[in-house]
């Protein structure tokens, strides 16, 4: 098997990144192509960049028609700094029979040579490279020559060169960037952006929830999302983002139990197993593994808030906590001591948080990790 490592902070992905990889292994006729988001980079300030999970969700949009395409984390699970030997060292001991190939811009390939051991990466791996600005392939095929008499495998491919750069896109030119990256970098606030003036569509929330929700069902959404505007409010929490998940919040919780099931054991959502007993409490899971693709929700705040409403979590954030207690406390709401909750969630989220699960803990028979875990946490 031929396999292609392209390397890289991705600080962010952007076209350039794809179009090389794709271009690279089409040239070199490969058959996998590894993605590896370095952990510690050795020679670059980190200090803006995003972290693990914002780096792999935004490679996962860039590259998800790319059918070659898999993204390693095996820099990421490697402390301290991250050499590109030490990931070829490690990729050759996972594939001993497989040929590979490292890819890398022209930028790089200029500088092969004085890279940290370059000897030894010279014995791993072909080297694949093409064009970065328009007419550079003279100089990229002269520059081949020199290192193949060096001993060095080059292949450099011939396709037209897409100009684009991290740097830029982090000054905002964001031209260069997939249309599912950008909206993931706009809704979730990276690069300097503000969630808060994202268009979300309210109208297209409405909608959805309303055809997939028994009228009762959809007015206790609305209820909750306007109870999570006001709690935002008093509290100083995005307003925005707040009233998108309380639309969304029980977008699932009258679809079958069955396609629920189908639904969170294909997706990344399932935090551990021991929910899955209590069926009751799934929709907030099924509900953030869909709204990505059903609706371009791919706010973390949002999707997290949806996910934890009806079990709680550990250390819960701003947002999570107004919508878990904006479900308790909407006006469709009339339980015993619903007053109370009310009246301390005005005074403070934590107040409110602490009253809702010391209650849940005297009353539910059966409860998953990670409500066991929020009970520890605030009740401690």
Known sequence: MKIGILGGTFNPVHRGHVRLAQCCARSAALDKLLIVPTGTPPHKQADDMPDNAHRIAMLE??????????????EMQRTGKSYTLDTLLALRTLHPEDALYLIMGSDMFYTLESWHRAEEIRQLVTVLTMPREPGE??????????????????????????????????????????????????????????????????????????????????EHSLNVADRAVELAARHGVRQNLCRVAGLLHDLCKEMPYQRQLQIIENSATMCDKTFLSQP??????????????????????????????TT??????????????????????????????RALSDRSLQEGMVYALSYFRGSLKEVCEQTRQAFAYYLA
Request: hydrophobic share 45%.
């Open 61 to 74: 949009l860039a590259f998800a028609d790319c059918e070659l395409a898999q993204i390693s984390r095996i």
């Open 280 to 309: 009751q409490i799934w929709h907030g899971y099924t509900a953030a593994a869909m709204l990505p693709d059903a609706l371009n929700i791919r706010s973390r705040p949002i999707l997290n808030a949806v996910r934890f409403h």
């Open 137 to 218: 392939l003279s100089q990229l095929m002269a520059h081949g020559e020199h290192l193949t008499k060096a001993g060095w495998q080059v292949q450099v491919c011939a396709e037209r060169a897409y100009t684009a750069s991290s740097t830029q896109v982090r000054a905002g030119q964001t031209e260069a960037l997939p249309d599912e990256v950008a909206d993931y970098i706009a809704q979730n606030g990276l690069y300097g952006q503000d969630a808060d003036a994202y268009p979300w569509d309210y109208a297209a929330y409405e909608a959805l929830a309303r055809q997939m929700l028994s009228p009762r069902r959809f």
């Open 312 to 341: 709680a979590r550990a250390a819960m954030t701003d947002i999570e906590m107004v919508l878990y207690l904006a479900d308790l406390t909407s006006q469709d709401r009339h339980y015993p001591d619903v007053e109370v909750l």
